[in-house]
């Protein structure tokens, strides 16, 4: 009996998901959402995935802020989306975006010019969102790189939220620890998610 050549392994098209840094996956709606970073480590591209057997990409989004935080709503067509950074002198600039995931545009949902930088964003269940946002400055405040205020947003249909809706006056939570996370860690990560749901399985052959 003559053996079987060893197969090789079929690669995804990954174009989009080069240098992961955070990445977040819905195996329900098998779906990965997977920030990534340009050759300066800053992360402005998301990309949006089909995993399965045939994993392919089906979103491309560019970002004006680095991408902190992804959470798929638990029910709903939507990746919420955490972005934000320290502007080296002064503020914590940023922005919570609402992705729709059946193609529709992106919607940047706090008022302010600047928004805030969002550190993290949790569904607590379908119509609450948790979010932690770094203070507006740094001004006389070390502590600013180190705690976080703690909001939580509340709608009845987030699919209905309109661009821009979110008031400031609304992001004045209680000010908590918040550690930043290791970016070295969330990074190994990223890439131990996709290189496993965005590489297919070995074809099987019929003895």
Same mark, same amino acid.
């Given at each position: 009996?003559?053996? @079987? =050549?060893?197969? $090789? @392994?079929?690669?995804?098209?990954?174009?989009?998901?080069d240098r992961p840094v955070l990445a977040v996956a819905d195996p329900d709606r098998r779906l990965l959402a997977v920030a990534c970073a340009d050759k300066y480590g800053e992360a402005l591209e998301l990309g949006l995935f089909e995993i399965g057997e045939q994993p392919r990409p089906l979103r491309r989004i560019r970002c004006r802020h680095h991408i902190n935080a992804l959470a798929f709503h638990p029910s709903l067509p939507l990746l919420a989306v955490g972005t934000g950074a320290y502007d080296g002198g002064y503020f914590f600039e940023g922005q919570l975006l609402? +992705? =729709? !995931? $059946?193609?529709? @545009? %992106?919607? %940047? !949902? !706090?008022? %302010?010019?600047?928004?805030?930088? +969002? !550190?993290? +964003?949790?569904?607590? $269940?379908?119509? @609450?969102?948790r979010l932690h946002l770094a203070p507006h400055d740094d001004d006389r405040d070390d502590a600013a790189h180190e705690e976080a205020h703690l909001v939580v947003l509340e709608r009845p249909d987030w699919t209905a939220v309109a661009a821009r809706s979110v008031p400031d006056r609304r992001l004045q939570g209680p000010r908590v620890p918040f550690p930043r996370p290791d970016a070295d860690v969330a990074a190994s990560a990223a890439r131990q998610l996709t290189d496993r749901l965005l590489t297919p399985p070995l074809p099987r052959h019929d003895r």
């Open positions: 009996m003559t053996a @079987r =050549p060893k197969a $090789d @392994r079929p690669k995804a098209n990954r174009r989009k998901a609402m +992705v =729709p !995931l $059946d193609g529709g @545009r %992106e919607r %940047e !949902l !706090l008022a %302010e010019r600047m928004g805030r930088q +969002v !550190l993290a +964003v949790h569904w607590q $269940d379908g119509t @609450r969102l």
